[in-house]
């Protein structure tokens, strides 16, 4: 629960008294005296209510950069005049060696993890963070990370998982046609072969998961009216209230999980404008997690395009289909640059010397196994079609 503080009236008035700010919800005793009488404020009854509340629920990234020397006896370490680090003296980590608690202006921001302890997972200059979650519902939070950034010196060099949330009305719609397009009899289906596992059946269906969890792309569905009864994270309830979300049953969300590969299409200095976000989240969800009605019409290429309909009504979140990065296929001399530079790596840092030293030092015996026959199929058919072309080429120059 936020704290709530009561101040004296302020002469300046330069912010909204009901927004959060770092985290606390700021009140005046007398609002009446305060604002400027030819501005006309809605009122709680007045403001309409909204079907959807979009927000950031996950945010952790890899940063660039090591904290200075700090002695292992040292558990409190002053950064800057508004970053403070607590040694983390109660969890371990697999990948790194220590564990930080970041204070931002005296309160709780998040999790820093340093000096790795798997050089051949984590670059040594490599550091990764992860927000408190309870800040991420505040109206400054991209902000307040640019401050750490600075305040550590260092870059953000990717983001690690990013997860967007959508609760209401569009989050419930979902569920539904979710299950009816998982129910024969329906003419409702599903765009594409996304894997789809649920909880429950039926009626009682409690959630459900788009995709699966080790790739870089899925979604969860489930009641977050409930979740938060056990969770006790009110301050989320309490958004959905200062937004006028319609509250009237149990509020479900749709959240999709981002992970780095897909993240690095987008800017991360743009999160905090829900208009970008809602544009990721219709832009991830497009032909994903998208619904078609079947008709009569047997093209069903031409029946997916003209009977897909959206759950969302993204246009009042200002959401727009973003352009996604083209992958470029790779030539045969970066991949030759990327080889050379890898067996040179592992020899000078790991003192591997050969493909079998490789296989043997990461185990990757019954993976080479499981891929051997169909890359002797694929390079089969790759030196057949180059020998082709070159029996062209010497045809016609002949």
């Not at 997972?121 to 408190?132: A, G, P, S, T």
């Not at 505040?138 to 010196?153: G, P, R, S």
């Not at 006790?232 to 979300?245: A, E, M, P």
Request: include cysteine.
């Amino acid at each position: 629960m936020s704290k709530l503080e009561t101040l004296s009236i302020p002469t300046n008035l330069t912010f909204d008294p009901y927004e959060y700010n770092r985290g606390q919800l700021i009140q005046f005793p007398d609002l009446k005296g305060v604002f400027n009488p030819c501005y006309q404020r809605d009122t709680e009854e007045n403001r309409p209510y909204i079907d959807n509340v979009l927000n950031v629920d996950h945010f952790s990234v890899n940063l660039s950069g090591q904290l200075p020397t700090i002695n292992e006896t040292v558990n409190d370490y002053e950064l800057t005049e508004d970053v403070c680090l607590v040694r983390n003296t109660i969890h371990r980590s697999k990948h790194f060696a220590n564990i930080w608690n970041v204070y931002l202006h005296g309160e709780l921001f998040g999790e820093l993890k340093t000096e790795t302890r798997t050089p051949k997972i984590f670059d040594i200059d490599v550091m990764h963070f992860k927000l408190v979650n309870n800040r991420l519902y505040t109206e400054d939070w991209l902000e307040d990370f640019k401050c750490f950034v600075n305040a550590l010196n260092c870059s953000v060099k990717s983001i690690s998982q990013l997860d967007i949330a959508i609760d209401g009305i569009g989050a419930k719609k979902y569920k539904e046609t979710f299950l009816q397009s998982r129910d024969r009899k329906s003419n409702v289906y599903m765009k594409g072969k996304t894997f789809i596992t649920t909880s429950g059946s039926g009626k009682e269906t409690t959630s459900l998961m788009v995709g699966k969890r080790g790739s870089d792309k899925y979604a969860r569905l489930y009641n977050k009216t409930k979740e938060i009864e056990y969770s006790n994270k009110t301050y989320i309830s309490q958004v959905w209230s200062k937004s006028r979300l319609k509250t009237t049953e149990d509020i479900y969300r749709f959240e999709i999980v981002l992970k780095s590969k897909v993240m690095a299409n987008y800017d991360i200095w743009k999160l905090d404008d829900s208009k970008y976000l809602a544009s990721i989240f219709k832009t991830e969800t497009n032909n994903w997690a998208s619904f078609y009605r079947i008709t009569k019409d047997t093209n069903k290429a031409r029946a997916m395009k003209a009977n897909k309909f959206d759950l969302i009504d993204w246009d009042t979140l200002g959401a727009e289909l973003l352009p996604k990065a083209k992958a470029k296929k790779p030539t045969e001399v970066y991949r030759a640059k990327q080889a050379i530079k890898t067996i040179l790596r592992q020899n000078e840092v790991f003192g591997i010397k050969t493909i079998e030293g490789l296989i043997s030092e990461y185990d990757l015996q019954e993976w080479l196994n499981s891929k051997a026959a169909y890359w002797a199929e694929d390079w089969a058919k790759e030196k057949a079609r180059l020998e082709n072309v070159k029996d062209l080429l010497t045809t016609n120059l002949n």
